[in-house]
């Protein structure tokens, strides 16, 4: 009997091994042996490197004397969290989280509830909980039972090897809101039984479930525009997103990349557009706009494109200029918010060649100043520093530290 073992990290890039599984032991502690040489790589080659004897309980102590116990924010706690073995992605997406207050408001209120059976939700509770209740201001904690849960209800989480941050933060923005709905409609039915008014009526399972505080936070409205060339009758159509995919090019900024999220396509030859007005398929203008900001807008940046002569995913390292300020100008006209005005509040950045290798850290603001967070080591950082993770102005293929996900706060 043989097993294929693929191993998959920023040193050794991408391999096959072909093992009897006598051998599948041996190859495994060598794939996680490198895989904690591929987080200290990055750690070392950071803006701020650290030496190998610096423990997280050192750079704990360096956090706080450095912020100050005067100025460290009140009812405010700093926690790294415990890489376990490729949870890097894990660890960004959560600390990004935590720091987009909304989100973490509802986590903790969620958690002032009666209990729960466990879930992903309730352990995620539990970890923002701890993490808010610490006596200490900076430490680190390791999400473990949160990790454990999250491997036993998706399979795709559930092994070492490197993940993506994007798919994970959608998988768990969808999963809470489905929990949530679920939650919502078992306690409906539990009260209707115990008033003794359930009927069919009111147990309608194909009706659309209300939004949940996720959807409050996140969700925003893209309206698909369509203006038919002949007749000029334009027909639209509404779809919800909790994040915005948007594609990158060289040397240019967030602002032109949404711009080009929204430019004009001319639908003619083969693809045509059927009119309902005309009744037969006609040349038309497609473009989307955004009809509905969200109070927290998520930005994903498509940095990772499929190479055919490859037969690979590779990273697009391009320079993209995120502002701490946004305003998005490319709504629709009625919409319902068009003058919102964002702040950024968090970044998870990908360090690395590619998507199943290399390393994922979060840059965060808390109050008026900034920390990056690489698992279990936090530092402040200036803000300025933020421009080291734009990406690269070369066209040169290298590694690189290059923002992929955003997250922009609205001020009202």
């Not at 051998?23 to 794939?31: E, G, H, N, V």
């Not at 359930?198 to 949940?212: E, F, H, V």
């Not at 698992?375 to 690269?392: P, R, S, T, W």
């Amino acid at each position: 009997m043989t097993t294929w073992f693929n191993i998959s990290c920023a040193v050794v890039d991408r391999f096959q091994v072909h093992v009897h599984s006598a051998q599948f032991i041996a190859i495994y502690i060598l794939y996680r042996t490198l895989l904690t040489l591929t987080q200290s790589h990055w750690r070392d080659m950071r803006f701020h490197p650290k030496t190998p004897t610096e423990s997280s309980g050192a750079n704990a102590s360096a956090l706080e004397k450095e912020i100050g116990s005067e100025q460290f924010p009140v009812n405010e706690h700093y926690f790294g969290l415990v890489n376990f073995g490729n949870t890097c992605y894990c660890n960004s997406v959560l600390q990004a989280l935590y720091f987009c207050r909304p989100f973490r408001e509802k986590i903790l209120a969620y958690r002032s509830q009666p209990r729960r059976k466990e879930n992903l939700l309730t352990c995620l509770a539990d970890l923002f909980h701890s993490i808010a209740n610490q006596k200490r201001k900076v430490g680190v904690i390791p999400p473990k039972k949160f990790i454990t849960r999250l491997r036993k209800e998706n399979e795709l989480f559930d092994n070492y090897m490197q993940q993506d941050a994007h798919e994970f933060l959608n998988y768990l923005l969808n999963t809470i809101a489905d929990l949530l709905q679920e939650e919502r409609k078992q306690d409906k039915t539990n009260g209707r039984l115990a008033n003794g008014t359930l009927d069919s009526q009111n147990n309608n399972s194909n009706a659309t479930p209300a939004p949940t505080w996720v959807h409050e936070i996140f969700q925003g409205t893209l309206t698909n525009e369509t203006r038919c060339l002949t007749c000029e009758t334009i027909s639209s159509k509404d779809e919800d997103f909790l994040d915005l995919s948007v594609d990158v090019e060289q040397n240019t900024s967030i602002t032109h990349c949404l711009r080009g999220f929204s430019n004009t396509e001319t639908l003619c030859s083969e693809y045509k557009y059927y009119c309902e007005e005309c009744r037969s398929k006609q040349e038309a203008h497609k473009r989307m706009r955004v009809k509905k900001l969200p109070m927290i807008l998520a930005l994903h940046l498509k940095r990772f494109k499929y190479m055919e002569q490859l037969q690979r995913y590779t990273k697009l390292s391009y320079r993209v200029v995120f502002p701490l300020e946004l305003r998005l100008f490319n709504t629709s006209g009625d919409a319902t918010n068009p003058e919102r005005l964002y702040d950024l509040v968090a970044v998870v950045v990908h360090c690395g060649s590619g998507p199943n290798r290399g390393h994922y850290i979060a840059i965060v603001k808390s109050h008026d100043f900034w920390l990056l967070f690489d698992d279990d080591i936090v530092e402040k950082i200036d803000a300025q520093a933020i421009e080291e993770f734009y990406g690269l102005t070369s066209e040169i293929s290298k590694n690189s530290e290059s923002g992929y996900i955003l997250f922009y706060q609205s001020r009202d």
